[in-house]
Each structure stands twice: as C-alpha cells, then as structure tokens.
C-alpha cells in the first residue's frame, strides 16, 4: 500500500482477485528490472551505459572524421621541434667561435648576427621541422614510420 502496488480501498471492500493480480503484476516488474527501488536504480544505470557508449562512439567518430587530435603525436613532434632548436642554438657558440677569435667587436657582432639570423631562418622554414620529423621517424597513423619507406609521400607536418 505505501508503495501504491496496491489500489487503496475502503476497509474491508478488497477483491482478493485484483489484489493478487497487482501484486504479482508488481512482482514481475521488479523482477524484470523495472519496479521498486532497485528498478529505479538499475533502470539509471541501464541510461548511464547507453548515454556512456552513445559518447564513446561520437568520440571514435570524430577520431576517425579527423576532428580531434591525437596527443600523443603532436607531443612527440613538438619536443622533437624544441629539441632541433635548442640543439641549434647551442651550438650557435661552437659554430662561431673560432671565427670570432682575435676579431674586432663590430666584426665579431657581425658574425654572431648573421649565424643567429641564419639559425632562426631554418628553424622558422616548415621544411626543416618536417626534415626533423622524418629523420626521427616520426610514427603517423596515417601513414605509418615515416622516414624508411621511400615510396610513401611524406606528410606535411608543417
């Protein structure tokens, strides 16, 4: 009766037909997953799986869609971006320096700007970040190892 399985009547006017028959009817409910407190229940979890694989395909879809990005792809070609620089620009010093030696300032000033014009230049040309790429063979999905399949086109990283 709290639970309203049963149709509230006046006292002593129940049919024992129909009571029987809610209460079974009630039973069956429950036992199928639809009825009670623990139908409530299993009936938000059943939702929650649907609405969790509706997302996990939407997510796969827009993978396959190319509308997202892999991380883990663009991470390893951005510290094998910053690495070619920084390995650039330290050895600015190594590459100037015995031509700078014993050299007036201004000659000197001259030397080191035009190395480090130079190095900025390659660093900023997409060629050279895609040369890196593929000297450190890269792994695409798209298009496999890069760097030892001459026949495959290589990809614009830039």
Sequence with gaps: MAEGV???QSSGKYDLDQVRSEVLAHLRSVAAGRGGATGSK????RTRLV???RRREERQDAIEAGEVVQLDLICRCLIQTLSGM?????????????LIAMRPQAECYGIVDDAVRAALEEIADPAWTASRMTAAGIVSEIGGHQGDNDDKKDLDVA
């Excluded at 620009?89 to 015995?98: K, M």
Aim: glycine share 4%; no cysteine.
């Design 51 to 53: 609405a969790a694989k």
């Design 42 to 45: 299993l009936t938000e979890e």
């Design 6 to 8: 049963v149709t509230r």
């Design 86 to 98: 920084r390995d650039r620009l330290l050895n600015l010093a190594g590459e100037t320096s015995h």
